[in-house]
């Protein structure tokens, strides 16, 4: 009977802390200009810094998992959503999942309905130490509807993801990959096509 009280505490402890974190991303998102459709949901901390002048959307029914244990696969670090200038544009689409991603935006980065990010997954379309001569100029990323990256999937700067694509579990995207193909690697390349059931 007590272990049975002490789990129901647990849960209605877990479960107000959940509400809790939820609104506290909500007011953040707000707090740095970033739109947010309805129904976006959070599971832990994330974290959001817009650049004065630019543009973070995030559309309906996006879903954003921070929390170390949210995501079975396991999450090293929390989702972090960031432009670095004024002129820095991020289009999310609807339906989206993101575990442990970090999103960073130079130029342009447009992500379409339905892409599955999964667990510790990098997006971003400069070379970030951009004082060093070093560095590369920025290159519109464009992932279409449908794509699944897998876990530790790195997607680098000038890339195009075509529509239904599956991109596998720690490749490094440098090149466009064409729509419905599965690819793979360092530097990622395709495999194979898929055969997609005609409904």
């Not at 007590?2 to 402890?13: A, C, G, M, T, V």
Request: charged share 20%.
């Amino acid at each position: 009977m007590k272990f049975r009280n002490l789990s129901y505490s647990l849960f209605i402890i877990n479960r107000v802390k959940h509400l809790f974190i939820g609104k506290f991303n909500y007011l953040n998102a707000k707090w740095w200009g970033v739109s947010l459709k309805k129904n976006v949901s959070f599971d832990g901390k994330c974290f959001f810094h817009r650049f004065p002048k630019s543009v973070i959307s995030i559309g309906y029914n996006c879903k954003f998992l921070s929390r170390l244990n949210s995501n079975l696969i396991g999450i090293n670090r929390p989702c972090s959503i960031s432009t670095l200038n004024g002129e820095a544009i991020l289009e999310i689409g609807n339906n989206c999942g993101f575990s442990g991603t970090v999103i960073g935006v130079f130029k342009v980065i447009r992500i379409g309905n339905n892409v599955k990010c999964g667990a510790n997954t990098l997006i971003t379309d400069g070379d970030w130490h951009i004082d060093d001569q070093r560095s590369g100029i920025p290159s519109d990323i464009i992932i279409e509807d449908n794509v699944w990256l897998g876990e530790g999937v790195k997607v680098l700067k000038g890339v195009i993801i075509g529509a239904n694509s599956v991109i596998g579990a720690g490749s490094v995207v440098t090149k466009s990959i064409p729509p419905n193909v599965v690819a793979a690697g360092n530097p990622c390349k395709v495999i194979r096509e898929m055969i997609l059931n005609e409904k």
